[in-house]
């Protein structure tokens, strides 16, 4: 395991499908730091609002997520919604449809991110996202923007859905990143957008081998 400086926030962005999620999980390991999968955040915050039937009345909502409970096991591999493995649940297509839009409500947004701020305190952690470069850790040692074309997040989330045994096609895949990378772009609070700071990465045509590597090769050099 590669040695590094006693506390450090590494921070990586991206857009769905560019491989952050991976390759943040694979560079965790690799560095002994905690994972942090901040889109999961949202995604149980979705179910929340599926199971208590939540419609138009985001108040109702907003007090939801203050009383629940979101954590992380096994190092971000599993999340817990108040007592309950919900690691799988968040991945229904259901919550895929649904999550951008919740996602996208201010006051949900604030108590996730100090949420993640806290545990960001925990210790040295890589964590990934869509603000996480830019609002939840803007001072963060290490910053990362992962980006790939259309097509080939397409491909790659094709492969994984056949893989699962789900019935679709590469063009529904396709409108359904092109239509969540508009809406996490275009939306009033934290949109996403790399950081200027940020050290932009183009996993285009990339193992995510490569990706991993000169990531950690960044880190290794800066901590010389
Ligand atoms: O990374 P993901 O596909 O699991 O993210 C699910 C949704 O959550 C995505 O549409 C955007 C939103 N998200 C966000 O708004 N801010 C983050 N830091 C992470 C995810």
């Known amino acids: 395991m590669t040695k590094i400086a006693p506390r450090v926030t590494i921070a990586m962005d991206g857009p769905a499908g560019s491989g952050k999620s991976t390759v943040a999980r694979l560079v965790a390991e690799k560095l002994g730091l905690l994972y942090l999968d901040s889109g999961a955040m949202y995604r149980a915050v979705t179910l929340l609002a599926i199971q208590n039937s939540v419609k138009e009345d985001i108040s109702e909502l907003i007090e939801l997520v203050k009383a629940c409970n979101i954590d992380f096991r096994d190092n971000g591999q599993r999340i817990f919604l108040n007592t309950e493995d919900v690691s799988v649940q968040i991945r229904s297509p259901e919550v895929n449809k649904l999550v951008a839009d919740i996602a996208k409500i201010p006051e949900i947004r604030h108590e996730i991110v100090r949420h993640q701020q806290r545990i960001g305190e925990s210790g040295s952690i890589i964590a990934e996202g ?15 923007y992962l980006d790939a074309s259309v097509k080939e997040r397409a491909k790659r989330r094709f492969a994984d859905l056949q893989a699962q045994n789900v019935a679709t096609t590469i063009d529904a895949v396709e409108a359904e990143i092109s239509a969540r990378d508009e809406k996490d772009t275009s939306r009033e609070h ?14 285009t045509g990339k193992t995510i081998d490569e990706v991993v590597d000169f990531i950690v090769k960044q880190i290794k050099t800066k901590n010389k």
């Open 130 to 144: 869509r603000d996480l470069t830019t609002i939840v850790f803007p001072n963060a040692d290490y910053k990362f």
């Open 190 to 203: 934290s949109p996403l957008r790399a950081a200027e700071d940020a050290i932009r990465v183009d996993t």
